[in-house]
């Protein structure tokens, strides 16, 4: 049994990320209610994935949505964490951008013959 609780993230779905994730490997009896995940880092919503193996072979998998809000449990928000990481690509990006301009220009300069 494998249980992943990754985040939600509709406006950048690349930044989604691993939150939480335990696995056990045994036999299973009736009588088992949970496994236990520690967080690594908190979010508003987050959807968690239960993937059940006998002998190496997928068996069953299971896929719930939750979001905090509709939780009695305070979940905290990474927001901040992902749009500072946004923000940061778009900044690098467009850096990375301003410097080929202005390499590419200078070579078309040097090649213009003088008139």
């Known amino acids: 049994l494998t249980v992943t609780a990754k985040t939600n993230n509709e406006f950048l779905p690349f930044l989604n990320r691993t939150i939480a994730k335990a696995s056990w490997t045994g ?7 949970a496994l236990t995940a520690p967080f690594k880092g908190s979010s508003s919503s987050f959807t968690v994935t239960a993937k059940l193996y006998r002998g190496g072979t997928l068996v069953d998998t299971v896929t719930l949505p939750y979001d905090c809000k509709n939780l009695n449990v305070p979940c905290g928000s990474s927001v901040s964490t992902e749009l500072i990481l946004a923000a940061g690509a778009i900044f690098l990006l467009i850096i990375v951008m301003v410097i080929l301009v202005w390499l590419t220009s200078g ?9």
């Not at 036999?27 to 209610?33: D, R, S, V």
């Not at 070579?107 to 008139?115: F, G, L, Q, S, T």
């Open 27 to 33: 036999t299973i009896g009736g009588n088992i209610y």
């Open 107 to 115: 070579k078309m300069r040097n090649k213009i013959p003088n008139i």
